[in-house]
């Protein structure tokens, strides 16, 4: 008895072909436009993640083994796509300081009469 079938195994080594295709291109396209570092991990990870998430569905697992993993993978992405610089973090900063500081916040004077 086989544990998988052959059938199983060749759509494995097609996804993992074609992953290493579309990273090879993403890497020339990557280096070519003098991407810096961050974008360059970035973009690697995420092809990276889907096709060895893509990988594990396909090589059938149970559904008890492949949760957690997707999750991780999940949470993976999410930490590397989340990041951003201080300068990137808020493009709204400075709109956001010059509205709590502008005269209209402050409580308006008393009239004198």
């Known amino acids: 008895m ?3 079938a052959d ?3 060749d759509s494995t080594i097609v996804i993992l072909l074609f992953g290493a295709v ?3 291109i993403q890497l ?3 280096a070519r436009s003098s991407a810096d570092a961050e974008a360059v991990m970035r973009n690697t990870t995420v092809t990276l993640v889907v096709t060895l ?3 594990a569905v396909t090589l059938g697992f149970h559904q008890d083994t492949i949760a957690p993993i997707i999750g991780l993978f999940g949470t993976i992405i999410g930490f590397l796509l989340g990041q ?5 973090r808020s493009p709204f900063a ?3 300081k010059a509205v709590t500081n502008s005269p209209s916040s402050e409580p308006l004077p008393k009239k004198s009469e």
């Open 2 to 4: 086989k544990y998988l």
């Open 7 to 9: 059938t199983i195994w």
């Open 22 to 24: 579309c990273l090879c």
């Open 28 to 30: 020339f396209l990557l």
């Open 53 to 55: 998430g893509t990988c």
């Open 84 to 88: 951003k610089t201080a300068e990137t």
């Open 94 to 96: 400075a709109d956001q």
